[in-house]
Each structure stands twice: as C-alpha cells, then as structure tokens.
C-alpha cells in the first residue's frame, strides 16, 4: 500500500481509436457512496458477511495462508509457497465527480462553510468496508474519545423513571414505547464524530484501498450517458456504456451512479422570488447547498460597518438551524427563521425504530411490502417524515431566541417578495423579480447557481401568510434570504439519464427508480445506483452514510455477479487468488462447516 506520501496514478484504462479510454468501472460522484463502493470492490473480505471470529480467520489466511510452506509428518518434505505473483487483479476504475478532483470534496466544503463540528450520525455509520467498528475504533485507538459527542436519551437507562413505568404496563409485543429501542451494551456507538475526526477516517480509507492515485478522481461533469454496441469497441456486439461528459468520453461495462439526491437545488416557487426567464436569478437569494461563503460580502460589510443586519432563513431541517446559529456566531443582528410547520426535534433523519436493536423488524416490513415500490415509498416517507432538527441544535435555537437574535416563526410560509434597489443613482426604487415559472410540481424551473447576482444594491420585502406577522407590520428589509429546504430527487429529471430512459425506460414511484435487487437499472443492464435515488431498495437510511455501506455491499455483490456471466473486463475478469473449488474450501475453513482441513494444501510428493 503506497503511503501518503507517494501519490501513484490509476491506470487510465485502455486507450481506444477515438481516443477515449475503457475502464472496468465508471463511478459518477466523489462523495461518501462514490467512496463505500469503491472501497468495497476492493476488499475481499468485507465485515458486513462474516462474524468477527470469520473475519479474523479470513484475514489470517488472505496474509498467510498459501505464502506458508507446509511440512508433511512422514518424509519432512516441504510444500513450495504460493507467490506473490498470484495475487488477485484489481477492477480499472475511474471516479468522475462535477465539482471536485478529490473524495469527499463537497462534502468537506459545506461542513467548512456552515462550520459543523460534529456529524448527526452515529459512530457505526461510516464507509470503510473492513470493520463495522473502524470509526469507534480510530477515536480510542489515537486517543481521540473525548471528540466524540455523546447522543444523549437514546441509550436504554436513559429513559425516564415515569416513561419506564409506563413501558411496563405496556404489552411487550406492540408496537411503540413498549421497547427500549436501544441496548446500554451499544452505547460506545451512539456518539457523534467530529468532522475532523471522520474526514481522517475517510482518509484512511483511502489510502488503506489505494484510492489516492491521481488520476483515479476526475473533474468531469457527466452529461450523458448510453448503453449500446460501440463498434470498435465492444465485443461480439456486447453492449457497453458510453459515458460523455465535458472533458470527453470513456466507456465501460459497469457504471455507478453515486450522486446523493442528483437535482439541482431550486428555489421553491413563490411569487417575486423565482428565477426570470429574462432577468435571471434574482439578486441576494441563495440555496444553503450551493453557498460559497456565508453571510454573503454586503451582508459582511454592514455588520464591519455596525449597522443592522437582517437576513431570513426558510426550511425547518438541520441545515436551516445551522445557518441561524452560524449567522449569530457571525454577528448578524436578527435572523428571521421561517418554517411551514411547527420545528421537530429528532435524534437522526430516520425513527430510532429503524437503527436499535429492533431494526429488522422495520426492514422486514419494508423488503417484505406486498404493495411493491408504491408500499415501500409510503413507508420510507412515514420513517423519514419531513425535516428536523437536532435536540441539541432546538436548545440552541431556543436559547438565541430568548436573547432576540433569532425571531422564530413556525408555521408561517412566504407567500411573497419584491427587490428594492437601495444606495442612490441610477435604478434606486426599482422593483426586482417576478413571479416565477413552476412546473408541475411547484418547483422553480431555473436553476440556483450559487450565489444570486446583483448582491449589495438592495433588500428584500417579504409578505407571509400569517396574520399575527402581517398584523404588526410584516417583516423588516431583509438584506439577504437563505433557502435551507432541501433538495428534490426525481431520476427522471437528471439531464445524463435522459438517454438511458429512453432507451432503457423503467418505473419510478416519487422521483425514485425502481431498481432490481441489486440496485441494479433492470436485468441486463449494469447501471447501478447508490445513494438517496436508491431508497426503494434500501429503506430509509439510503441517503445516510449507513445507507452508502449498505448500497456498497449490494452493488459489489451485483458486480460480480456481472463480472461471472462473462462481460469482458480488463483487468477484474481475470481470476483472484485461487480458484472457484478453492474459494469453497477457504468459506467452509472460516466458517467453520464441513472439513476444514480440505482447504490445507498438501506437498507434491
């Protein structure tokens, strides 16, 4: 394994006449799914499969086991060792993510920009492939525990005297409080990591698997892609895929998409504040996920300069609170924060009934759906619910508004808004934006990209529908309006699918694929999909980092599966260590079922 230290670039791939080049795989996303996959198809012997004492026996042999000479009782003679030259070919791989050249790229930019300390997830959430306690195990092994944040009122003994009492009286079959969702021998996992402490992990990854080859993460933005016959380059007619994007073309058998929610944030669609087909985007509004800094630079010089600063903040999930709270920090002087409905207080994105002790019974429910896809959306968006906060993060927010730096109104929607250009000169007093395009689904068919244009000359009014805020007088000039909801996945809107569905058209169910088993496209075609768009298929941690070591072990599963029927690879279809009857054997030793001495090689006499 090359240090950090050395930085050995990937293998291109094969260079084909037009000058493009083949992999064994194309991965589209850089991110934590884009990393679980990866890493995942290049460790053999994955945790996920084995209990600890398999693990272990897997791990001796796969060091040790055929690189030992053996001595037979009776003649002394000695068994050659295997070399080192047998050792088993690793996938071509190249990793295209739109905005980065490195893993986790995005990633690591918003948590530096909305300055998150700590992740929601718990400590067994992570993508390393290896060991389901690697994270737990990196903190106390440098010595790193007291960055871990406790998850408090989630482990069993910290349940109230009173909600115990009232647990007991409760039949124990039920569905509800009648469990404690969560044992006190799992409470080492349920502590938060701290950003630093899990951007190391994901690094040890890396370098553990070799994945910080130069050429391995490309900056390429991926905008097209088609399966078919490519003469020249396919063989016997096979089909293969073709994958455009805007530094060329590349082809491979495989493809991952590991994108997260794929779609563009959009600014939902309100009346003044919707992107104009003539004029564009309008002017100091911007989309959480695709800020660059925060609070934008006149933001910034009104509060250098002392004056009064107000900004307003929409969304009533994690990322709304961040911001509010980062906007205090930065000395804004009241933040306005709006929410459709009244602010929820959750542990994670999902109900604790899917992630304690009592989990399968959840994921049972929901592979087992007799109502297909349509079942399984109604019970994924029931799981998920819609945005919420943190216990830690409401305390907080709570807390800045009894100082009256952040005004919350829950329940209350903006309905409206209109520019007005302030500063003198030229345009003072002229009213920016309009109602907006929407599509069918009340979504802003302009894109946001990035900051708005135009920052600095202005502020914003905005009307809501709530009487008790219109009936004093509305809200003040905002000086800047942050949109904290969301992104909306819907496969069916992401430009480089268009090709595939075409070609290839599948179902969907809520602006989710329905894949096969595999979180395959459909039978036949190896286009594999991990991350959120894959929720179908994997429940509703699917957008989590538990849900990216989960699609990881199923796409990997799904791949060799592709690679035994025959798809000529490059390098990955040559053949591992042994073959498949000694595979066998070394299964049987690990687990322990039928004759372990089998696997034992003997001597040539």
């Not at 240090?3 to 084909?16: F, L, W």
């Not at 459709?340 to 604790?352: G, N, T």
Request: aromatic letters at 8%.
């Amino acid at each position: 394994m090359a240090t950090s230290d050395e930085q050995p670039s990937a293998d291109p791939g094969i260079p084909c006449p037009d000058g493009a080049f083949l992999h064994d795989i194309i991965i589209v996303g850089a991110g934590p799914c884009g990393l679980a996959v990866a890493a995942r198809l290049r460790e053999q012997n994955p945790a996920a499969l084995f209990t600890d004492e398999e693990h272990r026996r897997f791990h001796w042999m796969k060091r040790h086991g055929k690189k030992m000479a053996l001595q037979r009782d009776r003649k002394e003679r000695v068994s050659s060792a295997a070399g080192a030259s047998n050792a088993r070919s690793e996938y071509n791989m190249v990793v295209l993510d739109a905005e980065h050249d490195t893993w986790m790229g995005r990633w690591n930019h918003l948590f530096k920009t909305f300055d998150i300390k700590h992740l929601r997830s718990p400590m067994f959430w992570h993508v390393d492939p290896n060991d389901r306690d690697s994270l737990l195990s990196k903190a106390y092994g440098q010595g790193r525990e007291k960055e871990l944040l406790e998850i408090k009122n989630c482990v069993g003994k910290e349940v109230s005297k009173h909600k115990k009492k009232k647990m007991r009286t409760k039949y124990v079959g039920s569905k509800g409080e009648s469990r404690i969702p969560i044992n006190e021998r799992d409470r080492n996992d349920y502590f938060n990591p701290t950003q630093s402490l899990f951007r190391d992990h994901c690094d040890d990854v890396v370098g553990r698997y070799g994945l910080h080859a130069s050429a391995l993460v490309r900056k390429e933005r991926v905008l097209d892609i088609t399966y078919a016959p490519v003469p020249g380059i396919s063989t016997a007619g096979e089909k293969i895929f073709t994958v455009r994007t805007n530094h060329g073309v590349r082809y491979s058998p495989i493809v991952v998409v590991a994108v997260g929610p794929g779609n563009k944030p959009c600014i939902p669609e309100i009346p003044g504040l919707n992107p104009s087909p003539v004029d564009g985007p309008p002017p100091q509004v911007s989309h959480a996920m695709q800020l660059q800094t925060f609070p934008s630079a006149p933001v910034r010089k009104k509060i250098a300069a002392g004056r009064r600063t107000n900004i307003l903040i929409v969304g009533g999930g994690l990322t709304s609170a961040q911001l509010a709270d980062l906007a205090v920090r930065h000395g804004v002087t009241t933040v306005w924060h709006t929410t459709r409905a009244p602010l929820r207080s959750k542990l994670f994105d999902v109900d604790l009934s899917w992630m304690g002790k009592f989990r399968n019974t959840e994921q049972a429910r929901f592979w087992q759906a007799e109502g297909g896809d349509a079942e399984r959306l109604a019970l994924l968006r029931s799981a998920r619910g819609g945005g919420s906060v943190t216990p830690a993060y409401g305390r907080l927010l709570r807390a800045h508004a009894a100082s009256g730096r952040v005004r919350l109104l829950e329940g209350v929607k903006i309905v409206g808004g209109r520019f007005e250009v302030r500063g003198g000169g030229k345009g003072q007093g002229v009213v920016v934006g309009g109602v907006g395009e929407g599509d069918e689904n009340g979504e802003a068919k302009g894109e946001v990209k990035g900051e708005m244009k135009g920052e600095g000359t202005g502020v914003w009014y905005v009307e809501t529908d709530s009487a008790a805020v219109e009936g004093e007088g509305g809200l003040p000039p905002m000086d800047h309006i942050y949109f904290a909801t969301g992104v909306e996945s819907d496969f069916a809107k992401l430009p480089f699918l268009q090709t595939m569905l075409e070609s290839h058209p599948i179902e969907g169910h809520g602006g989710f694929p329905c894949l096969n088993d595999d979180l395959m496209w459909e039978d036949g075609v190896p286009l594999f999909v991990a991350g959120r768009l894959a929720a179908l298929k994997l429940g509703p941690s699917a957008p989590n980092l538990g849900g990216a070591r989960l699609a990881a072990e199923r796409i990997a599963w799904g791949i060799e599966e592709v690679v035994r029927k025959g798809y000529g690879l490059l390098y990955g279809g040559q053949g591992g260590m042994y073959s498949p009857e000694e595979d066998e054997e070394l299964a049987g030793y690990a687990t322990g079922t039928g004759n372990m001495f089998r696997s034992l090689v003997e001597a040539s006499a």
